[in-house]
């Protein structure tokens, strides 16, 4: 733990200007973004009394060993680079939203020649339009089932309106008239956009045109005695409403605009959002946020504004106005950046009185909820989570806590695409920014040990090579000489951690003794002194330590093994999904591949003109060469190709003859 007074700004360094400041740590690793109006004042409160200040600020100053800052010209200004820094250097100390689960949305793909209705989870894409987020994705399909009547709308999967399209016949939806079928050519590409965009209309809260129109076709249907048509139109309307009962009616239906709300004490703070568009509300969602210093219900909203809505694209989801419980210490500015984003203006003001009063209250009382919720989840989250690193650090005897825990483990089958996996837990947590992925190359068939040998070695051969590239290794106890190491671990050009830069305080293998001695072996040889070792042992998960005859043997259900295991299952995940992607990328593999001068389209009309690679190398070059693209010394270059042996099919069977994508090719 560093001393804050090691590192206080000189007096009178510090500018009374507005600008962004970082604290990082003795690496030179970003561990709070701050702005302020001035700059002096606010670093001053920092150093002026440590004692007087929050708990987790006071370890955020021990933490951290220097701090700097940028001076801008604007409160918008100090807003923008605040927001880009946190995003970019994920600083540990600095307000983090966590969604408190994955919520659906509907979305229309209209980035798509064909827009296509779905549900969908995770990061916003560009190009696709956005409603909800729904609470479950079971009310977002009886939406979507109530309104294909009106506008029938392509929803299949790209795999199905492929097939659907080669066999020329419409899928199931398209005979009950639920899809406006394109991928047979019913409605051009212009008809079905049209669609997609009433769709996207009627869901972003343009209701009333539609049921009118309906319910006027209905009518002069009904005078021109056109009764079925008119009995469609009918019930056309009737979808719609249901449609509709389903979405709560508080406001009017000019009213659009998201209602955020806050629940808090010391350490959290749990927000929710009810989103309201057309008068009814879409939509809520909710996060749950950690206080790092003793911030105000505006800091929090200024935060939250900024994290939420900043990374909408070309402003969607942004609304007209924003209702908070507080408004932030720089509202103005904040209008004026969701504004520019927006691309038309945006309010933000506190409700006094009135429907929109009672509303908030009842976002509020759903944010207690969730805050409840959360603690009864995480009640023992912190205190397990250094429970078992204090239990690791016990049973394997370490000089610290091992807050760095990087575990190994080796995949292959047969012995073929051999590959390694190498994933990162920091304070018994995943970060999952500093997993990477070993192709094994130096070692033929299946050897996990010396396998395992070569991971290690590669990994911390690197990471010396980071040190000696920021003069760490040169400067390493002369605490003078600050200068030529101050970057440490960071890359000064980019401000981005370098890739192998941080050192692990344990290193954990999948396996026992041999490859515990494996990679204990790599490290001496590399004279890396300061990294504990250790493996578990599947069969009994038993912790194996260099040169020990016996295991260590952690109770079974103890903190420590949990999160051992942990670590453990995510190595061996990450490294079985690197080595299937390596095995299919293989799999797609051809004996054509190897031909010189064949290229795609040529393997491709091979491939279909024959059938298989089997058929191919059993035609003469006068048939091959009948082939649309293939002349007759083409052709005899691919016979002694696959009349020579080269380069076998990946996977295939010997002597099968035929390549591993199968008959069809």
Known sequence: MADPATYRPAPGSIPEDPGVYRFRDAGGRVVYVGKAKSLRSRLNSYFADFAGLHPRTQTMLQTAARVDWTVVGTEVEALQLEYSWIKEFDPRFNVRYRDDKSYPYLAVTLNEEFPRVMVMRGAKRRGVRYFGPYSHAWAIRETVDQLLRVFPVRTCSAGVFKRQHQLDRPCLLGYIDKCSAPCVGRVSPDEHRLLAEEFSDFMAGNTTRFIRRLERDMREAAASQEYERAARLRDDVRALERALEKQTVVFGDSTDCDMVAFAQDELEAAVQVFYVRGGRIRGRRGWVVDKVEDVTTGDLVEQFLMQIYAEAEDGQGIPREVLVPELPPDHAAMAELLGEQRGGPVGLRVPRRGDKKTLLETVERNALEALKQHKTRRASDLTTRSRALQEIQDALELDDAPLRIECYDVSNLQGTNVVASMVVFEDGLARKSEYRRFTIKAVEGQDDVRSIHEVITRRFRRYLA?????????????????????????????????????????????????????????????????????????????????????????????????????????????????????????????????????????????????????????????????????????????????????VPAAGGRPGSGGDARGSDG
């Open 466 to 646: 980071e040190r000696e590239k920021t003069g760490e290794l040169d400067v390493l106890g002369d605490p003078d000489e600050t200068e030529v190491g101050a970057h440490g671990p960071v890359d000064p050009e980019t401000g981005r951690p370098r890739k192998f830069a941080y050192p692990p305080n344990l290193v954990l293998v999948d396996g026992g003794p041999p490859q515990v001695a494996a990679a204990q072996r790599a490290l001496d040889e590399l004279g890396v002194e300061d990294v504990a070792v250790a493996g578990i042992a599947k069969r009994l998960e038993e912790l194996w330590l260099p040169g020990d005859d016996d295991p260590v043997i952690l109770p079974r259900n103890s903190e420590g093994m949990y999160l051992v295991q942990r670590v453990r299952d995510e190595a061996h995940r990450f490294a079985i999904t690197f080595h299937r992607q390596r095995r299919s990328k293989a799999m797609t593999a051809s004996e054509l591949d190897g031909v010189p001068g064949l290229g795609p389209a040529r393997r491709t009309a091979l491939l279909k003109h024959f059938g298989s690679v089997k058929r191919l190398r059993a035609a003469t070059p006068e048939q091959i060469a009948e082939v649309p693209g293939i002349g007759a010394r083409s052709a005899e270059t691919i016979a002694a190709a696959l009349h020579g042996g080269t």
